[in-house]
Nanobody
């Protein structure tokens, strides 16, 4: 059974940092693209960042470029999202996604 477990969210002040982790079990990342999406009430879920395991390409939404860094540890089947210089607009529930599989979401709240 494939499972994604997201963790690392929390409450931080503007300018603070958090690191999200997504641990996968039941499969390996080798040939997949895995991403982080953000859900804000009243808005569609948006892609924040993703990484392709096949060619190691990375994508960042314009709103997070220069502040967020996605990385992975293939040996541990984990993907990380380092979030620096957080802003109130970064507040939301963050989900990791791999194809049809979703993690449970982790809440990030950035206070002004």
């Amino acid at each position: 059974e494939v499972q994604l477990q997201a963790s690392g969210g929390g409450l931080v002040q503007t300018g603070g940092s958090l690191r999200l982790s997504c641990a996968a079990s039941g499969l390996t990342f080798d040939d997949y693209a895995i991403g982080w999406l953000r859900q804000v009430p009243g808005k569609e879920r948006e892609v924040v960042s993703c990484i392709s395991r096949s060619d190691n390409t990375k994508y960042y939404a314009d709103s997070v470029k220069g502040r967020f860094t996605i990385s992975d540890d293939n040996a541990k089947n984990q993907v990380y999202l380092q979030m620096n210089n957080l802003k109130p607009d970064d507040t939301g529930v963050y989900y990791c996604n791999l194809g049809q599989f979703w993690g449970q979401g982790t809440q990030v709240t950035v206070s002004s």
